[in-house]
């Protein structure tokens, strides 16, 4: 079994990294390759785990949903495309490598 944390997780640690762009901006962009070292180190070896976790995580969180970080701040869900999908895509069926989060 092996221990990562949880795309909730791995994006508050992204966005706490991220702090004063998103209070001068309003939004964030994060890539899935990101999102998916945060959750382990060895993000290429556990592929396939971890992207059925943000899978998951996604389908919570269609475009256009509301997600709430760790701080209680409120965003709108969006995803994007990349030039090239290189680690996976939030979704089996669609494009989209990068997620979109605005301040509400």
Known sequence: ???????D????ELLSEDEYFIRR???????????????HFQCWKYRKKILDEIHK???QYPSHS?????EG?????????QMHPAYGTFREDREGDMLELVRK
């Open 25 to 39: 901006d309003g939004f964030v962009i994060l890539r899935i390759q990101d999102i998916a070292k945060k959750m």
């Open 9 to 12: 997780d791995a994006i508050n």
């Open 73 to 81: 701040r409120e965003y709108i869900v969006g995803y994007g495309q």
């Open 66 to 70: 509301q997600w709430t970080d760790a």
């Open 1 to 7: 079994m092996i221990k990562m944390k949880t795309v």
């Open 57 to 59: 995580w996604a389908e």
